[in-house]
């Protein structure tokens, strides 16, 4: 009878006792080893029962040991040449320098959070980002919560729970995480009344479908896809005006944080100023894709309905905290003082051609040019995190000639510093939209380390 290669997997107490082990507990905490031990050796034993012969005991300790070293040292800086502005993934919107000062400050010691220093009695945490908010956006008033899923959560738990909201079929979207607009609805309390098809929705659909249960609209900008051909839709300012005539809220949730189109902006995203002019009683939005600010969500509109949101108990479970709030004031006072091109997610949109193009010429030197394989082209940019769908940025690259481009991805992702790239057509496209002047030699060094890599490749 053949032997059991799963008896070959040592066990935990065994590893632990040896002295990598005893030396990597050191640095990253016996419990932490411990545990991600117990899981490797758990994936271990998986892949044994189908006859896998197991790795070195050396082998598992360097897993092992890796991935509690990466526990403990947190979230780690990467560079971003995929051309992707808003990658979810990498943290969606990079902040400006004043916003990282703000937190910096906040976090260093105590501040005014919540009390108001003239007067010495409490004060609300988000007061002055609400403000800047409803000034940039001429809202009535605003409220700033955690994300813009909470946003609309704590919207629709206030307004219409136990009550009908209408939804065109076309915008029941999904955003990142599974997350789906009919399941944020149910958690809410409110009844989702699906009107229209998925491509075509008219004013009457919205009409025969409203009764003496409807609470309010709602209007759900599909900001990660588009819907072309045979398609219709109905405007804001049409279900801004049924929505009057019945009396109702009109709600409608933008997602990509513009909050106004007060400078030249490609594509067709609506704008929160746009979307209130419209009729809109309530907008929510995000705070860390286009507005270019920490992870939050932005409700503005009507202040007697931003005073029943304030009042329900969500809200409270909602709320940011003091760095997201240090940083998003940061942010909107670029915004309030038109200087948008300190805020990096509008810098790289506005990026000009010949500034790219320089930028991927002085990379390919670096790398060392046609001689190393590293030859500058056209690309294209996207936007992504859930805004402008569709819509493509021109920009410039470096293409990298490499034997196994899945493979030098993969280590360039694991390298220091982690590069994180696009391999399109077999080969490895570097967007330099996306990667600052000063990253720039950091970015040549690690493509120059994973190349070597290759050669030894190649000599084994």
Same mark, same amino acid.
């Given at each position: 009878?053949?032997?059991?290669?799963?008896? %070959?997997?040592?066990?935990?107490?065994?590893?632990?006792?040896?002295?990598?082990?005893?030396?990597?507990?050191?640095?990253?905490?016996?419990?932490?080893?411990?545990?991600?031990?117990?899981?490797?050796?758990?994936?271990?034993?998986?892949?044994?029962?189908?006859?896998?012969?197991?790795?070195?005991?050396?082998?598992?300790?360097?897993?092992?040991?890796?991935?509690?070293?990466?526990?403990?040292?947190?979230?780690?800086?990467?560079?971003?040449?995929?051309?992707?502005?808003? /990658?979810?993934?990498?943290?969606?919107?990079?902040?400006?320098?004043?916003?990282?000062?703000?937190?910096?400050?906040?976090?260093?010691?105590?501040?005014?959070?919540?009390?108001?220093?003239?007067?010495?009695?409490?004060?609300?945490?988000?007061?002055?980002?609400?403000?800047?908010?409803?000034?940039?956006?001429?809202?009535?008033?605003?409220?700033?919560?955690?994300?813009?899923?909470?946003?609309?959560?704590?919207?629709?738990?206030?307004?219409?729970?136990?009550?009908?909201?209408?939804?065109?079929?076309?915008?029941?979207?999904?955003?990142?995480?599974?997350?789906?607009?009919?399941?944020?609805?149910?958690?809410?309390?409110?009844?989702?009344?699906?009107?229209?098809?998925?491509?075509?929705?008219?004013?009457?659909?919205?009409?025969?479908?409203?009764?003496?249960?409807?609470?309010?609209?709602?209007?759900? /900008?599909?900001?990660?896809?588009?819907?072309?051909?045979?398609?219709?839709?109905?405007?804001?300012?049409?279900?801004?005006?049924?929505?009057? %005539?019945?009396?109702?809220?009109?709600?409608?949730?933008?997602?990509?944080?513009?909050?106004?189109?007060?400078?030249?902006?490609?594509?067709?995203?609506?704008?929160?100023?746009?979307?209130?002019?419209?009729?809109?009683?309530?907008?929510?939005?995000?705070?860390? %894709?286009?507005?270019?600010?920490?992870?939050?969500?932005?409700?503005?509109?009507?202040?007697?309905?931003?005073?029943?949101?304030?009042? /329900?108990p969500l809200a409270r479970a909602m709320r940011v905290d003091k760095l997201q709030i240090a940083a998003l004031e940061a942010t909107l006072r670029l915004h309030a003082t038109g200087r948008h091109d300190e805020v990096p997610v509008h810098a790289m949109m506005h990026a000009g051609d010949e500034l790219l193009a320089k930028r991927a010429h002085r990379l390919s030197r670096s790398i060392g040019g046609d001689l190393e394989g590293a030859h500058v082209v056209r690309c294209e940019s996207v936007v992504g995190g859930g805004s402008l769908p569709g819509l493509s940025l021109p920009s410039w690259g470096v293409r990298v000639k490499a034997p196994d481009p899945p493979a030098f991805a993969s280590r360039l992702r694991s390298g220091s510093p982690a590069v994180f790239c696009r391999v399109e057509d077999g080969n490895v496209v570097l967007d330099v939209r996306t990667v600052t002047d000063?990253?720039? /030699?950091?970015?040549?060094?690690?493509?120059?380390?994973?190349?070597?890599?290759?050669?030894?490749?190649?000599?084994?």
């Open positions: 009878m053949a032997e059991d290669v799963r008896r %070959k997997v040592p066990s935990v107490d065994t590893l632990l006792r040896s002295e990598p082990a005893q030396r990597a507990s050191a640095t990253v905490g016996r419990a932490l080893l411990k545990r991600t031990l117990v899981a490797t050796l758990s994936e271990l034993r998986a892949t044994a029962a189908d006859g896998t012969t197991p790795p070195s005991d050396d082998e598992i300790l360097t897993v092992a040991i890796g991935r509690a070293a990466d526990t403990v040292f947190g979230l780690t800086p990467v560079i971003n040449a995929t051309g992707v502005l808003l /990658h979810t993934n990498l943290g969606r919107a990079p902040l400006a320098g004043s916003a990282i000062r703000a937190i910096t400050r906040t976090a260093s010691g105590y501040s005014d959070l919540e009390i108001d220093r003239i007067s010495g009695v409490r004060g609300r945490r988000s007061s002055r980002a609400e403000l800047l908010l409803a000034s940039l956006t001429d809202a009535e008033d605003a409220l700033v919560v955690n994300n813009c899923a909470a946003a609309v959560v704590l919207v629709l738990a206030a307004l219409a729970k136990g009550r009908s909201v209408l939804v065109s079929r076309g915008e029941l979207i999904e955003i990142g995480g599974e997350f789906r607009i009919p399941d944020i609805m149910k958690a809410s309390g409110a009844r989702l009344v699906e009107v229209g098809t998925t491509n075509r929705t008219r004013l009457a659909d919205y009409r025969n479908a409203l009764d003496d249960r409807s609470a309010a609209i709602l209007k759900v /900008h599909p900001s990660n896809y588009r819907v072309v051909g045979f398609t219709a839709e109905v405007s804001a300012k049409e279900l801004g005006t049924l929505a009057r %005539k019945r009396g109702i809220p009109f709600l409608y949730d933008v997602g990509s944080g513009l909050l106004d189109h007060e400078r030249s902006f490609p594509g067709d995203e609506p704008s929160v100023r746009g979307a209130l002019a419209d009729g809109a009683d309530l907008v929510t939005c995000s705070a860390d %894709k286009l507005l270019g600010g920490p992870q939050a969500g932005c409700i503005l509109g009507r202040a007697d309905l931003i005073r029943r949101l304030r009042a /329900h000063e990253q720039l /030699h950091d970015l040549a060094r690690a493509v120059l380390y994973a190349l070597e890599g290759d050669d030894l490749d190649d000599e084994g």
